[in-house]
């Protein structure tokens, strides 16, 4: 069984602070793992990672994966009140359903 | 544009009352998925769809059940309501690309209060 934990559950920063959210997985196969933001509705997407050591850049949001160790950051630059969400990881399976971790619930405060 | 829509948006149930939460996307994915999220909570898979007559089970299907009669229709039943299926509800699909896991496109999401 796919196994995803993040830590912290949840984190309170001032704008302009930088954050680093992170993601450990178990897999029984790897394929990627993603990245999703939640505000008050559905997830949407940031990143996909396949390759180790790899960041994606958008913007102020980054991420990098090693697969070795098991482990993804998401790290982001000079915070905004509107970064304040859920920021939810995930793996796929064989059939690209996805196997969650709890989230970290991201607030910024002006 | 329309994507993964789900319907209803809101709805509350009394205890052992069913319904039906409809979901239907218009991307031509083969895959469909309904995941759970309770509050402070990721998101938990109930069922799962790669094709039009193929269901299977997720980490927590028991007292649900689905059906994919069509590419573009998957709907979650839930005969006998209880409390603890107080949740949003999220209906998703992905295409069928690549060996690579890709992202998934969620529909807006069903709050459902059971009471």
């Known amino acids: 069984e796919d196994k995803v934990v993040q830590s912290p559950l949840s984190l309170v920063v001032h704008e302009g602070d930088t954050v680093t959210l992170n993601c450990s997985y178990e897999?029984?196969?790897?394929?990627?793992l993603l990245w999703y933001k939640q505000e008050k509705k559905a997830p949407t997407f940031l990143f996909m990672l396949?390759?180790?050591?790899i960041e994606k850049k958008s913007g102020r949001l980054s991420s990098i994966l090693d697969k070795k160790e098991l482990f993804s950051i998401l790290n982001i630059t000079a915070t905004q009140t509107g970064d304040s969400a859920i920021y939810l990881c995930a793996v796929p399976g064989s059939a690209r359903q996805l196997t969650f971790g709890s989230g970290t619930q991201l607030t910024v405060l002006p | 544009n329309a994507g993964v829509t789900q319907t209803p948006k809101f709805r509350i149930l009394k205890i052992g009352q069913s319904m039906t939460l409809q979901c239907a996307q218009d991307?031509?994915?083969?895959?469909m998925y309904w995941y759970r999220q309770d509050p402070g909570m990721g998101l938990k898979l109930i069922y799962y769809?790669?094709?039009?007559?193929?269901?299977d089970k997720g980490e927590v299907p028991n007292g649900y059940n689905v059906s994919r009669s069509t590419t573009e229709d998957f709907p979650l039943r839930l005969e006998l309501a209880a409390p603890s299926q107080t949740s949003v509800y999220f209906c998703a699909s992905s295409p069928t690309r690549d060996r690579v896991g890709t992202e998934a496109f969620f529909g807006q999401g069903t709050r459902l209060t059971v009471v």
């Open positions: 396949t390759s180790s050591g």
């Open positions: 897999v029984t196969n790897f394929r990627s």
């Open positions: 991307m031509n994915h083969n895959y």
């Open positions: 769809s790669v094709g039009a007559g193929i269901t």
